[in-house]
C-alpha cells in the first residue's frame, strides 16, 4: 500500500474567507456563531452556495501544493471526492432542483480531475469519510492525486426546523461544547479541501508536505437514526481501530480535535469514549465548534484543517464558552489557545445515522 500524504489545505468557514484568517480568528479566540446560522465571508457568485464553498478552498489546496501549473499530471489519474451531505430535495421552498453530485462535479471541471469523482454523504462525519476514501483510492494505486473534503450550505429554514424539532439547537444562542451547561448547537456553513498524494510523488516534485494520512476508521454505530450507543463503547472502538492501523499508541497522540457539538448527549458519549481508549493521561480535546458552529457535512473536513494547522504551528484550538467542564478530568483546552508540541493528531466525527469516523494524522518528518 502507498503511503499518503497532504500537500495542500484549503479552508473557508465563518472564521475567514481563507485558511489563514480562519485559523487566526480561531486561535485569537473568535466566535462567528450565529443563530440564524454563521455565513463564511465569501461573497455570492450565483453558484449553488455550497459549490461557490468548495470552489473557493479547492483553489487554494491547490495552489497551496503547487499544482496551479501541473501539465505533466495526466487528468485521468487525478481523482475528485469533495462532498456535500444535504442537497435540497426538489420542490424546497425558494430552491431549484439540484444534481447530488454538483460540488464534486464543479471542483472536478475546475481542476481538470479525470479520474474517479464522487460525492459521499455520511451526515456530519461527510468530510472526514471523504479524506479517508480517497486516501484508500490512492493507497490503491486508483489515482495518483485526489482532491478530497466536504462543502455545505445548508442554512435553508427547512434543514433548521428539523434540527429544532429534534431539539439539537441552542435555545441560549450559544455553542458551549463539553459544559454542564450545554444546550445545542448553532448552525453554520464552510469548505475544506485537501490535496492528496503519495509520499513518493511529493517527494519527487519537492512538494511541502503538511502531514501523512496515517490511518482512520469509517465504520457505523447501527443503534439508532438518531442517537448513539448509550455508553461511547463503539466511538471507542472507531478509534481505538484507527489508532491500531495508523500504528500509534494512544500515549503517542499529542491531540484530537472531537466532534464535541455541545449536545447533552453527543458530548457525555464522546467524553465516555475517549476515558475508555485514555483511562489515563488523555491527550488535550478540543471542540472547536464554539468558534464555527456546527457546519455539518463539511464539519469534519473543516476540522481536519484544524487538525493540520495545529500540526503545522504547534498550536492546540480552544474549546470556547467552557466554563463548567462536565468531565473536569479531560483537558479540552478551555477558552485560549495553547502552545504545545503535536507531531500526531486525530479528528473524530460522527453523524445521525450512526457514522462515526476517526482520522490520525502524522506531522512530515
Known amino acids: 500500500m502507498r503511503r499518503v500524504v497532504v500537500t495542500g489545505v484549503g479552508l473557508v468557514s465563518p472564521l475567514g474567507p481563507d485558511r489563514e484568517s480562519g485559523w487566526r480568528a480561531l486561535t485569537d479566540g473568535c466566535s462567528a456563531t450565529d443563530p440564524d446560522g454563521g455565513r463564511a465571508p465569501l461573497a455570492d457568485d450565483g453558484a449553488p452556495r455550497a459549490v461557490t464553498l468548495a470552489l473557493a478552498a479547492a483553489r487554494e489546496a491547490w495552489i497551496d501544493a503547487g499544482l496551479a501549473n501541473a501539465a505533466g499530471l495526466a487528468g485521468e489519474r487525478r481523482g475528485c471526492l469533495v462532498s456535500s451531505s444535504k442537497p435540497l430535495p426538489p420542490g424546497a421552498p425558494g430552491e431549484s432542483w439540484r444534481a447530488p453530485d454538483e460540488v464534486p462535479a464543479a471542483v472536478a471541471?475546475?481542476?481538470?480531475?479525470?479520474?474517479?469523482?464522487?460525492?459521499?454523504?455520511?451526515?456530519?462525519?461527510?468530510?472526514?469519510?471523504?479524506?479517508?476514501a480517497a486516501a484508500g483510492w490512492i493507497a490503491e494505486g486508483r489515482a495518483d492525486v485526489v482532491v478530497a473534503g466536504a462543502a455545505e450550505s445548508a442554512l435553508h429554514p427547512l434543514y433548521r426546523a428539523g434540527f429544532a424539532k429534534m431539539g439539537v439547537l441552542s435555545k441560549a444562542g450559544r455553542v458551549r461544547p463539553f459544559d454542564r451547561a450545554r444546550d445545542g448547537f448553532l448552525m453554520g456553513e464552510g469548505?475544506?479541501?485537501?490535496?492528496?498524494?503519495?509520499?513518493?510523488?511529493?517527494?519527487?516534485?519537492?512538494?511541502?508536505?503538511?502531514?501523512?494520512v496515517l490511518g482512520g476508521d469509517f465504520s457505523s454505530d447501527a443503534h439508532h437514526a438518531t442517537r448513539f450507543n448509550g455508553n461511547g463503547e463503539r466511538m471507542a472502538a472507531s478509534l481505538a481501530?484507527?489508532?491500531?492501523?495508523?500504528?500509534?499508541?494512544?500515549?503517542?497522540?499529542?491531540?484530537?480535535?472531537?466532534?464535541?457539538?455541545?449536545?447533552?448527549?453527543?458530548?457525555?458519549?464522546?467524553?465516555?469514549?475517549?476515558?475508555?481508549?485514555?483511562?489515563?493521561?488523555?491527550?488535550?480535546?478540543?471542540?472547536?465548534?464554539?468558534?464555527?458552529?456546527?457546519?455539518?457535512?463539511?464539519?469534519?473536513?473543516?476540522?481536519?484543517?484544524?487538525?493540520?494547522?495545529?500540526?503545522?504551528?504547534?498550536?492546540?484550538?480552544?474549546?470556547?464558552?467552557?466554563?463548567?467542564?462536565?468531565?473536569?478530568?479531560?483537558?479540552?483546552?478551555?477558552?485560549?489557545?495553547?502552545?504545545?508540541?503535536?507531531?500526531?493528531?486525530?479528528?473524530?466525527?460522527?453523524?445521525?445515522?450512526?457514522?462515526?469516523?476517526?482520522?490520525?494524522?502524522?506531522?512530515?518528518?
Open 241 to 365: 481501530r484507527a489508532l491500531k492501523r495508523a500504528d500509534v499508541p494512544p500515549d503517542a497522540l499529542d491531540y484530537i480535535n472531537a466532534h464535541g457539538t455541545a449536545t447533552r448527549l453527543n458530548d457525555a458519549l464522546e467524553s465516555q469514549a475517549l476515558k475508555k481508549v485514555f483511562p489515563r493521561n488523555a491527550p488535550p480535546v478540543s471542540s472547536t465548534k464554539g468558534a464555527t458552529g456546527h457546519l455539518l457535512g463539511a464539519t469534519g473536513a473543516v476540522e481536519i484543517a484544524f487538525a493540520l494547522l495545529a500540526l503545522r504551528d504547534g498550536i492546540l484550538p480552544p474549546t470556547l464558552h467552557l466554563d463548567r467542564p462536565e468531565t473536569p478530568d479531560l483537558d479540552f483546552v478551555p477558552n485560549r489557545a495553547r502552545r504545545a508540541p503535536v507531531r500526531r493528531a486525530a479528528s473524530l466525527s460522527y453523524g445521525f445515522g450512526g457514522a462515526l469516523s476517526a482520522v490520525v494524522l502524522g506531522r512530515n518528518s
Open 191 to 212: 469548505a475544506a479541501v485537501f490535496v492528496l498524494e503519495t509520499a513518493e510523488s511529493a517527494a519527487a516534485r519537492g512538494a511541502r508536505v503538511w502531514a501523512e
Open 109 to 132: 471541471r475546475a481542476l481538470g480531475a479525470e479520474g474517479p469523482v464522487m460525492n459521499l454523504a455520511a451526515a456530519c462525519a461527510t468530510g472526514a469519510q471523504s479524506l479517508l
